[in-house]
DNA sequence: TCTGGGGTCCTATAGCCT
DNA sequence: TCTGAGGCTATAGGACCC
């Protein structure tokens, strides 16, 4: 890193919701730890997070729990309590307000900070976090360190868990170019199979192939955007707030649902919910979206555009029941979902 | 007995208007 | 009046993130 570049660090909890776990149950340290869906791997659900003992035995985030339990019988299943893991998320969030003001929160376990502006070293305010977090909540992080937020975020991925990597001018081609295109943010497994197929592979490889090449694979937007990343650029600023676009619930149903009376009492909880949800942020909702995921996975929407902002849970079921009404046929339903979007603020004038 | 839940953003398409 | 090009909006789907 040199002058007049800008210094953003992303700071990432290692395998956060199994640290929190532990800390409330210490025996649980050194043991394959397996959090997801309501911690019974009979049930339908997915992995959200893994300790690293189970993940030296396969099991990864977004698998299946019966998955995960075939791979590691011995791992330890637990429920999502996102209600604990949003309270020490706080206390994490405002361990980092103390080293920055423009801080970017990313997912409940990670953010970004811009150090620009400090006299100190970025590596040493990284030490220095890594401590505090550690002191006071007894949780080990990763932290990367370079001149934007796309090479920081992949340089806290490179020594996890309890890792500070620092990228600095000139690393790019030695340290960045080796990795695989799916530590880009942006490229998910859809993108990475075309990008295989093109033969690249690691993101030098992606770098080398011409920006009008790429735009014209992925079309102007993704493929310029591809191609800067995979030299490193990146001038995105931080996000330091923002206003929710939409609020949404949705469940799977243990067991697949024929009996439509069944799916339409549930979309009226949903509905509920979503209400409630708006109506403590402050916000009206102007569009009602409802999804149906069938028994072989096809996933549809219909919506519906209201003519004044709702936040009652009877507005937004009413809606709800008539984009419901215009979904074809009689599948066997999996799961079911009510989406609030065209958030007008309270107050205000809307967006 | 595969495949959660809560979001954001992008793109393709269709209809409407000028 | 007809036709076409472009712009805009609404809608639906899909990729991606944690």
Redesign the pocket.
């Known amino acids: 890193m040199d002058e007049g570049r800008r210094r953003i660090l992303h700071v990432d909890l290692d395998a956060f919701f199994a640290q929190v776990e532990m800390l409330r149950r210490p025996a649980l340290r050194g043991q394959p730890v397996v959090i997801?869906?309501v911690g019974d791997p009979?049930?339908?659900?997915?992995v959200?997070t893994a300790s690293y003992e189970a993940r030296r035995a396969g099991v990864r985030?977004?698998m299946?729990?019966?998955?995960a339990a075939r791979l590691c019988p011995e791992a330890v299943f637990l429920p999502?309590d996102f209600a604990a893991y949003r309270a020490m998320s706080a206390r994490f969030k405002a361990i980092l307000r103390e080293f920055s003001e423009v801080v970017e929160e990313?997912?409940?376990?990670?953010a970004f900070l811009d150090v620009s502006s400090s006299a100190r070293a970025p590596e040493e305010i990284a030490r220095e976090i890594r401590r505090r977090v550690r002191a006071d909540l007894g949780l080990t992080c990763s932290v990367g360190v370079a001149w934007n937020k796309l090479l920081a975020?992949i340089a806290s991925d490179m020594e996890k868990p309890d890792g500070l990597t620092v990228i600095r001018a000139g690393d790019v081609e030695a340290r960045v170019w080796p990795l695989g295109v799916?530590k880009?943010?942006?490229?998910?497994?859809?993108?990475?199979e075309r990008l295989h197929a093109m033969g690249v592979r690691t993101i030098g490889d992606l770098a080398r192939v011409p920006p009008g090449a790429l735009a014209g694979e992925?079309?102007?937007?993704?493929g310029a955007y591809l191609a800067r990343a995979a030299r490193g650029v990146d001038n995105s600023p931080l996000v330091t707030e923002?206003?929710?676009?939409?609020?949404?619930?949705?469940?799977?149903f243990e067991h697949d649902v024929a009996d439509r009376d069944v799916v339409r009492a549930t979309l009226r909880e949903l509905a509920e919910?979503v209400a409630a949800?708006l109506r403590k942020a402050g916000y009206r909702a102007r569009?009602v979206?409802v999804k149906l995921?069938y028994a072989?996975?096809?996933?549809?929407?219909?919506?519906?555009?209201l003519p004044a902002g709702v936040d009652s849970g009877e507005a937004i079921a009413e809606a709800a029941l008539r984009?419901l009404a215009?979904f074809p046929g009689a599948r066997d339903v999996?799961?079911v979902?009510v989406?609030a979007?065209r958030l007008e603020p309270l107050g205000g004038g809307g967006p």
Do not use: Y
């Not at 009979?42 to 997915?46: A, F, L, S």
């Not at 990313?106 to 990670?110: A, K, L, N, P, T």
């Not at 992925?218 to 993704?222: L, Q, V, Y």
């Open positions: 997801g869906g009979t049930r339908r659900g997915v959200s985030s977004g299946p729990l019966r998955t999502v990313g997912g409940i376990d990670e975020k799916r880009l943010l942006g490229v998910g497994p859809k993108t990475e992925f079309g102007p937007a993704h923002w206003e929710p676009k939409s609020m949404s619930r949705e469940t799977t919910d949800s569009n979206t995921r072989d996975f096809e996933t549809h929407t219909r919506g519906t555009t984009c215009r999996r799961l979902g989406r979007g």
